[in-house]
């Protein structure tokens, strides 16, 4: 199934290497993620644990989670990838926030980068009980999270997108539910596997998208593969405009230590 597209990495390959240059310098037991100094002002740093998996890969969680009430200025937290040690997935990241009316160019200009896309929408309205939640305002609120790998160039070549927008009326949660899928096909990306839940039990809504992505032409060895598995991007809302979110990516293959997580998150406050 896949030999036309080896086949087509071959040919190609030489053409798109030569942009594929610059990479992370890589100590004995760390890899670095070269950031520009002023691409995320004011972020701080973070040592977070990944988990080991069975096969020796690593997966990296990022979350958050917060209260919509009272209603506060929305705000975007950022969270990028400066080290990982493959040996004990033990990762440094850099974490910043700002208002959703002062993001830094240099993350706005993520988010409109890929070449290909899809995406899924749905609405959802479920009623409250009285022994599933106590009883709550009525009001409304939005949230997304965006979960990509960026390339050297620290262009997005894989992206999922989840977005909620929910609200409640006294009696009823109703949202609704985006699952988009972004890459960039012109350097051999394609999105392999991809998966969505849309859940409103009454209390609680969410978006849940799962992307798997794979590229021939990226790695140096054109018969290998490297992928990028986006296993969790998630955001969730509550009928008290409580707020989570959640980015789970697992990446590797041939030249793996070009890609870079970052995960971009809105939310109500």
């Given at each position: 199934?896949f030999?036309h597209?080896?086949?087509?990495?071959?040919?190609?390959?030489?053409?798109?290497?030569?942009?594929?240059?610059?990479?992370?310098?890589?100590?004995?037991?760390v890899?670095?993620?070269?950031m520009?100094?002023?691409?995320l002002?004011?972020?701080?740093?973070?040592?977070?644990?990944?988990?080991?998996?069975?096969?020796?890969r690593c997966?990296f969680?990022?979350?958050?989670?917060?209260?919509?009430?009272?209603?506060?200025s929305?705000?975007v937290?950022?969270?990028?990838?400066?080290?990982?040690?493959?040996?004990?997935?033990?990762?440094?990241?850099?974490?910043?926030?700002y208002p959703?009316d002062a993001?830094?160019a240099?993350?706005?200009?993520?988010?409109?980068?890929?070449?290909k896309a899809?995406d899924?929408?749905?609405?959802s309205?479920?009623?409250?009980?009285t022994?599933?939640?106590?009883?709550?305002?009525?009001g409304?609120?939005n949230?997304?999270?965006?979960g990509?790998?960026l390339?050297?160039?620290?262009?997005?070549?894989?992206e999922?997108?989840?977005?909620?927008?929910w609200?409640?009326?006294g009696?009823?949660?109703?949202?609704?539910?985006?699952?988009a899928?972004?890459?960039?096909?012109?350097?051999?990306?394609y999105?392999?596997?991809?998966n969505?839940?849309h859940p409103?039990?009454g209390?609680?809504?969410s978006?849940?998208t799962f992307?798997?992505?794979?590229?021939?032409?990226?790695?140096?060895n054109?018969?290998?593969?490297v992928?990028a598995?986006?296993?969790?991007?998630?955001f969730?809302?509550?009928h008290?405009g409580?707020?989570?979110?959640?980015f789970?990516?697992?990446w590797?293959?041939?030249?793996?230590?070009r890609?870079?997580?970052?995960a971009?998150?809105?939310?109500?406050?």
């Amino acid at each position: 199934m896949f030999w036309h597209r080896k086949l087509l990495a071959v040919l190609i390959a030489p053409l798109v290497m030569s942009t594929l240059a610059a990479r992370p310098a890589a100590a004995e037991d760390v890899v670095h993620y070269p950031m520009a100094s002023d691409s995320l002002p004011g972020a701080t740093v973070h040592a977070d644990q990944g988990r080991k998996l069975p096969d020796g890969r690593c997966e990296f969680v990022e979350t958050g989670r917060g209260d919509g009430r009272p209603a506060g200025s929305p705000q975007v937290r950022i969270s990028r990838t400066l080290s990982v040690e493959p040996g004990t997935c033990l990762r440094r990241t850099a974490r910043a926030q700002y208002p959703a009316d002062a993001v830094p160019a240099s993350v706005t200009a993520l988010l409109d980068r890929s070449d290909k896309a899809k995406d899924q929408t749905t609405t959802s309205e479920k009623q409250v009980t009285t022994d599933r939640a106590a009883p709550a305002a009525a009001g409304s609120w939005n949230g997304s999270i965006h979960g990509m790998m960026l390339d050297p160039f620290d262009i997005p070549v894989t992206e999922t997108i989840s977005e909620l927008f929910w609200s409640f009326d006294g009696a009823l949660l109703s949202a609704s539910h985006r699952s988009a899928w972004e890459w960039v096909w012109g350097v051999g990306w394609y999105l392999d596997l991809a998966n969505y839940s849309h859940p409103n039990n009454g209390t609680v809504a969410s978006t849940n998208t799962f992307g798997y992505f794979v590229n021939y032409i990226f790695p140096p060895n054109p018969f290998e593969a490297v992928w990028a598995e986006h296993a969790v991007t998630y955001f969730a809302g509550d009928h008290a405009g409580g707020w989570a979110y959640e980015f789970t990516v697992i990446w590797g293959g041939e030249g793996a230590d070009r890609l870079t997580p970052i995960a971009v998150a809105t939310t109500p406050s």
